[in-house]
């Protein structure tokens, strides 16, 4: 499947059909490896499970579960994602990142993490384990 922009909040319409806001809370494996999309908007999610988004050679920016949805993204979800360079997203519910789930990334990608100073500071904790070493974080 291939597709320039993916918006599970809203339910906008794409080559890969419509998907009402608020419908979809997990990411199931592989779902969009190797897609083209450039951006992701899953504001909803929740789970985000391996290799989801895997070797998306365009995918530029993803947002992710920014008010208090996302729980979980698991080994390789993004994993060689070469242009992902913004991942925007929740400290209040972050419980996990897997395994190289941002290898292979943008080398100076910035993740953008919503919450207080120690929610984000957890956060940022476990992202940066399996993130580029010279990947960054900014509170928001």
């Known amino acids: 499947a291939s597709a320039q922009y993916i918006d599970?909040?809203?339910?906008?319409n794409t080559s890969l059909g419509t998907?009402?806001?608020?419908?979809?809370?997990?990411?199931?494996a592989r779902l969009?490896?190797?897609?083209?999309?450039?951006?992701?908007?899953?504001?909803n999610?929740?789970?985000?499970?391996?290799?989801?988004?895997?070797?998306n050679k365009q995918l530029k920016k993803a947002i992710i579960g920014t008010e208090k949805n996302i729980k979980k993204?698991?080994?390789k979800a993004f994993y060689?994602?070469?242009?992902l360079a913004t991942v925007r997203l929740s400290g209040k519910t972050l419980k996990q990142v897997g395994k190289s789930a941002f290898k292979n990334c943008k080398s100076n990608m910035i993740f953008k993490i919503k919450g207080n100073k120690t929610q984000?500071?957890?956060?940022?904790?476990?992202?940066k384990k399996q993130a580029p070493a010279k990947?960054?974080?900014a509170k928001i």
């Open 135 to 137: 990947a960054k974080y």
């Open 80 to 83: 060689d994602c070469k242009k």
């Open 32 to 43: 969009f490896k190797g897609c083209k999309e450039k951006l992701v908007n899953a504001e």
């Open 8 to 12: 599970w909040g809203t339910g906008q």
């Open 73 to 75: 993204i698991n080994a």
């Open 120 to 127: 984000v500071a957890k956060a940022w904790k476990k992202i």
């Open 19 to 28: 998907v009402a806001a608020g419908e979809i809370s997990e990411i199931h």
């Open 45 to 55: 999610v929740k789970f985000i499970n391996n290799g989801a988004f895997r070797k």
